[in-house]
């Protein structure tokens, strides 16, 4: 095969010898196989920073390779080949693009090669060249076995735990991680860290968490903190276990279940054991733990106390505690006192505390004073507070004053306040002054000063510094100075009431600065009452002051101001704002606005409501019955009836029954009777009863009963008892 090369440097023609090599100065080129191309010599110049462009022949194609980065050895950059193919004596020429994706630098050896990939295309392109000593390989040039098999006819695979190739004859190969043995066939144990083990022996050189053993075959006792040792198995405890390998469990009652490693003997005990192995009670009620060594309680729990902890405390003492050795209370319980807190405090100690040794009350409830709060404060002290040692009232009552509060303030200090030491009043009643308030201000002082020489409010009506003058005409009440009255008689207003409110309503009162009514007489609104509500307002109703709206209208009218007309048929002439009646709607009419006639609907039909918005009868217009939603005819001699056989009134007075087709008694009064036939205005001489079916005694022309006459027949006469 001829293989002809191309370079851009110097335009020389080369050729590969039959050999595979072939010379140009002292460079040797050979071709080389990746995939299912084949890649045949390779040039490149003596520096790779000097090359351009280098052609290649490649199966009948020629590739020219141009570089975008002179320097051509960075990473991950463009490179762009120029495809020559020669076809039936026809050049023909494509492009195609390369990427480099990755460069290896030796420089021991000064070796480099270049890894590309096409654009969207594969396989892979690898060159490889020696910088200054470039060649290419043009084909296989030594009798040898491939990689991955030996022997004398290459037959023998390598073992698949071979790291690489093995040895061309005997198959003998450095083993891959996880195998050992002369042709690494055996797998590493199961738990060797790593899956490393030795290639000769298959021992482990480290072992997995929690296991030991030189294959690392056993695993580590449960009760090993981490891993063992790899030979013994050997191992710091976790709490809870002991023994050289952690195999064996603590007693249950070592304090946060640790013991030593070595004895197995509790490091401490949980309250209420005792000894080595803590397997033995503690004497007595302890407070906590007790002595390690002989039980006995080092704090006697709460309601006990003695050297082991088995008496009990007095039961009044505070907090159950009491003296480790004698019993005695530290603190007593409320109410209690004494060394064994065995006695009761005085009943007027506030909140039952009183001192533990004596007795004496802490403090005193309300009205009680002394060592003991056995006596009683006086009784105008305020609050019943008093005192403690004294018995003097901290405060008095009102009216009331010294150190006792048993003195009576002057009859006119105000609110009943006198100085508590001198009974002087802090202020007087009005009309009264001086010191305890004994004086009488001028008659027409509201209050005046202390020595009564000045007025410091007058009375109404009255102004000036003695209120000797009186306020302006119609100032009902005024400022001392009279400058400025403070109200007005009804009908007048501004600073001195001098003004006419005007058409005002209720008493005619008015705002006294503005001179706004605060209210209108019925028929007007406005601020001064000045402008007529609308004509159509209920006239016994005013209309709204300031917009003059109407609060109700008169029959037959609706809307804010009244101008509109109700339906004629609304019950009363009464409607809404929306029209609507507010009574219903007269008889024989119905809708919202009663503007449709029931007897429309339901023929003879008088009084109707819609129903689902269906008209329904509810009463039909006589002589006529309602059944169902039907109106039919009453019996002939009825003038109203509820049924068919059920007349409500007959059409004359001479008829009854419930059909009205029985006559009257006779002896009826004028022969008329109601619909049961008891006759409506009495009956004739001679006859009682509600029928008049029944005879008076004959000395009466008229009766009562049979015993009673209202008027004598001829002959008789009324006789008295």
Known sequence: MVITVKHAYNEVLEQCNS?????????????????????????????????????????????????LNKNGLSNNFLEFFEIYTLDGGKLFKEKATF?????????????????????????????????????????KHESECSNGTYGENCSEICSAGCNKQCDKETGDCVCKSGYWGSFCNRTCPLHCKKNLCNSNTGDCYSCNHRYYGVKCQDRCAVGCLESCNMASGLCFCKPGFYSANCSLQCQSDCAQNECLQETGHCKSCNDGKYGVFCDLECFGSCNGSCDRNNGICGICAKHWFDTNCNQTCPNNCGDGTCDRFTGECKTCIDNTFGTYCNQTCPRNCKEGLCDMVTGECEHCLKNTFGTYCNQTCPRNCKEGLCDRVTGECEHCLKNTFGTYCNQTCPRNCKEGLCDRVTGECEHCLKNTFGTYCNQTCPVTCETCNKNGEKCTNCKKGYMGNVCTETCPDHCVDCDQSGYKCNSCEDGWFAVKCESDCGRCGGNGSCDIT?????????????????????????SGKPCNKITGKCQDCASGRYGEYCTELCSRNCKNLKCFSNQSCVYGCENGFFGSYCDSHCSAAVPSCNQCELVNNVPVCQRCADPLYLEGSTCFECPVNCSSC???????????????????????NKDCLNRTCDISGQCIHGCDDGKYGSRCDQDCPSRCRTCHNSSVCLECADGYSYFRH
């Open 19 to 67: 050999d595979g090599y072939f010379e140009r100065g002292k460079k040797k080129r050979h071709s080389w196989r990746v995939g299912v191309h084949e890649y045949v010599c390779t040039t490149y110049a003596a520096s790779a920073t000097d090359r351009t462009w280098t052609e290649y022949i490649l199966n009948g194609q020629i590739i020219r390779n141009k570089y």
């Open 99 to 139: 990427r480099r994706i990755a460069v290896k630098w030796n420089s021991n050896n000064i070796e480099f090669y270049n890894m590309y990939k096409t654009m969207g295309m594969e396989p892979m392109i690898k060159m490889i060249a020696h910088t200054f000593l470039a060649y290419a390989l043009c084909g």
């Open 514 to 538: 503005t001179g706004d009514c605060h209210l209108c007489s019925v028929g007007y609104f406005g601020n001064s009452c000045n402008k007529k509500c609308n004509e159509f307002c209920d």
């Open 642 to 664: 509820s049924s068919s056989v059920k007349c409500l009134e007959c059409k004359t007075k001479r008829f009854y029954g419930d059909t009205c087709n029985i006559t009257c």
